[in-house]
């Protein structure tokens, strides 16, 4: 992966926590203007205010995102990122770009999905 593979797809690493946070705001909002008007200030809130609430305001399906989000940038970081976790073959880019914090290539996420358990 070149140096110019590793930029792109740190920024949609990036976008991708981006987004998370966004939507941890929105969806406050989305609560508080649909029930009884309860009122929130995420909006107003510095960062090191907003980073220390997030503890509290992230569901496990998000904060499992974002664990796999710096999971994924530490291995870009070794140069270690696209490549699948369990056959150690190369992830497609296609399906970097759908998922950019994948872990498995698509064969073994399939195989993991059907008799994972
Ligand atoms: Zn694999």
């Known amino acids: 992966m070149n140096k110019k593979d ?3 797809y740190l920024e949609l690493l990036n976008r991708e926590k981006e987004r998370i946070f966004k939507n941890l705001g929105y969806l406050k ?6 029930e009884k008007g309860i009122p ?3 909006a107003d809130y510095g960062t090191d205010e907003f980073e220390k609430g997030l503890d509290i ?3 496990d399906e998000e904060r499992k995102i974002l664990e796999k989000i710096d999971i994924a940038i530490e291995k870009l970081d070794k140069n270690t990122y ?4 369990s056959c150690g073959k190369k992830i ?3 399906r970097l770009k759908a998922l950019p914090y994948a872990r498995y290539c698509i064969n073994c996420q399939r195989d993991k999905e059907k008799g994972g358990r």
Do not use: A, V
């Open 40 to 42: 929130t200030h995420i």
């Open 29 to 34: 909002e989305g609560i508080g203007s649909g």
């Open 6 to 8: 590793k930029k792109y």
């Open 92 to 94: 497609s880019s296609s």
């Open 57 to 59: 305001n992230l569901s």
């Open 82 to 85: 696209g490549i699948c976790e």
